[in-house]
Nanobody
């Protein structure tokens, strides 16, 4: 079973920047749809960014478009989420999630949390005003 380990969460001031990392145990990292999903207290999980690790195709939620950038390093088997212009409403537990890519699929990946079946433990991000 592939393991996902998030890191980089911390407390930051509004307007600041932060970069999250998700290290994976897989040797076939370039064959996954991977996503960052967040959950704020009392709210449902929300997919904010996804990437096709084979093609590099990305998708973003409207709430983070232009502020967050998802990327991957296939040589390091690691997913990243660079966050800038942070807002208090970005406060949440951030999870890395994944699913195996369909053979030959190079399109964008889903943001929907229920479309991913491999999850990390999460890393907390708190943005203060």
């Amino acid at each position: 079973q592939v393991q996902l380990v998030e890191s980089g969460g911390t407390s930051v001031q509004a307007g600041g920047s932060l970069k999250l990392s998700c290290a994976t145990s897989t040797y076939t990292f370039s064959s996954y749809c991977m996503a960052w999903v967040r959950q704020a207290p009392g709210k449902e999980r929300e997919g904010v960014a996804s990437i096709n690790t084979s093609s590099g195709s990305t998708s973003y939620a409207d709430s983070v478009k232009g502020r967050f950038t998802v990327s991957r390093d296939n040589a390091k088997n690691t997913l990243y989420l660079k966050k800038s212009s942070l807002k208090p409403e970005d406060t949440a537990m951030y999870y890395c999630a994944a699913k195996v890519l369909g053979f030959g699929y190079f399109g964008a990946c889903s943001l929907a949390p229920h479309d991913h079946n491999i999850w990390g433990q999460g890393t907390q991000v708190t943005v203060s005003s």
